[in-house]
């Protein structure tokens, strides 16, 4: 199977609305109502797959590998983060995205994501053992 190329600078933007379902109470991991580090990974890898969405082939996909978090603040209810992720680097098929969580000009969240590219379909049958 061939792989695309990606190019560091690569990038993509998601948001996302603070609601019940993101907080830290919500995710188990601590007991205060403001978004949970679990779902500013969550945020921050799906950034990392709509930056090379547009330009994956069929039958390849990446996962992820590895991630590093530092949440920094945080953040009530109804508020809007920015997740921009950007490849920063290749090395062969493991792409390498920091990713910044915006609360407006506040930094809410760094993460670096590490992830694979890889046979979709191989994937899944040695997953599931099929």
Do not use: C, N, W
Not at 28 to 36: F, N, R
Not at 66 to 78: I, K, Q, S, Y
């Amino acid at each position: 199977m061939e792989f695309p190329e990606f190019a560091p600078g690569l990038s993509a933007k998601l948001e996302l609305t603070v609601t019940d379902a993101d907080t830290a109470q919500a995710l188990g991991s601590g007991d205060v109502p403001v978004l949970g580090t679990p779902r500013v990974l969550a945020l921050a890898e799906a950034a990392t797959v709509a930056a090379t969405a547009r330009q994956i082939p069929g039958g390849v996909t990446t996962v992820g590998t590895r991630a590093e978090v530092e949440h920094r603040a945080p953040t009530p209810l109804g508020r809007t983060v920015t997740a921009t992720a950007t490849l920063a680097k290749v090395d062969g098929r493991k792409l390498t995205f920091d990713v910044t969580v915006r609360d407006g000009d506040q930094i809410v969240a760094e993460v670096r994501v590490e992830r694979v590219m890889l046979d979709r379909q191989r994937f899944i049958e040695r997953a599931t053992g099929s």
